[in-house]
């Protein structure tokens, strides 16, 4: 059974201070992982999507990472508007269908 | 463009009573999908469909819970007779084609509470 495993489950971080969420995966065959922020009482956002060991994307603050086993997601200099859930879901069939992990909620304080 | 919609945001209801969730895709997306969130089981997928067509549907629940798309630009998800535990927030996103992956764009979720 694929099985998708975030941690940690939250963090707190002062601003300007860096940290990394971790997405680890059990899957049978993966088509591509993703990251998602979700702000409370929104939808899921889309913010990167990795299809291939080794690959990196950045945006902003955020850095993407992915290996064979796991996928970070790296937050540099953190600011309070960073505050957010963060999902990682991957997808392993041609439908596009995503399964989540429980998320990792980060609180960024000043 | 305006994103995935949904109808409505918030539905408190009662107990047996039937709730109908309404969703609009983004123009040109053929994939849609119903996902459900709480805070013990996260976000679930229930069901999606394809041009139209269920593909899975082996996320519902149980048969108290049924999907249709009758067209491109709509997609109910309807639950009768609701129970207390159906109370969640209920999500749909849509994808783009071609290809076989691509990000699923989720609207703003239709948070029920069933008393």
């Known amino acids: 059974e694929d099985q998708v495993t975030q941690s940690p489950e939250a963090l707190r971080l002062q601003e300007g201070e860096s940290s990394s969420l971790n997405c680890s995966y059990t899957v049978s065959g993966l088509r591509g992982l993703f990251w998602y922020r979700q702000d409370p009482g929104k939808g899921p956002e889309f913010l990167f999507t990795l299809y291939s060991a080794g690959e990196e994307k950045e945006k902003e603050r955020l850095k993407a990472t992915l290996t064979k086993k796991e996928s970070f997601l790296h937050i540099t200099a953190p600011k309070p508007e960073d505050s957010a859930t963060y999902l990682c879901?991957?997808?392993?069939?041609?439908?596009?269908?995503?399964?989540f992990g429980a998320g990792t909620q980060v609180v960024v304080t000043p | 463009d305006a994103g995935v919609i949904q109808s409505p945001r918030h539905e408190v209801t009662e107990m047996g009573q039937e709730v109908t969730l309404r969703c609009k895709p983004i123009?040109?997306?053929?994939?849609l999908f119903w996902y459900r969130q709480t805070m013990m089981r996260g976000l679930e997928l229930l069901i999606y469909?394809?041009?139209?067509?269920?593909?899975?549907d082996s996320g519902m629940p149980e048969d108290r819970f049924s999907a249709k798309m009758p067209n491109a630009s709509f997609s109910t998800l309807k639950i009768q007779p609701s129970e207390p535990r159906d109370s969640a927030v209920y999500f749909c996103a849509s994808r783009a084609p071609p290809g076989d992956t691509g990000e699923l764009f989720f609207g703003e979720g239709s948070r029920l509470t069933v008393l």
């Open positions: 879901a991957v997808q392993t069939d041609s439908w596009g269908k995503l399964q």
């Open positions: 123009s040109g997306h053929d994939y």
């Open positions: 469909f394809n041009n139209n067509v269920p593909i899975d």
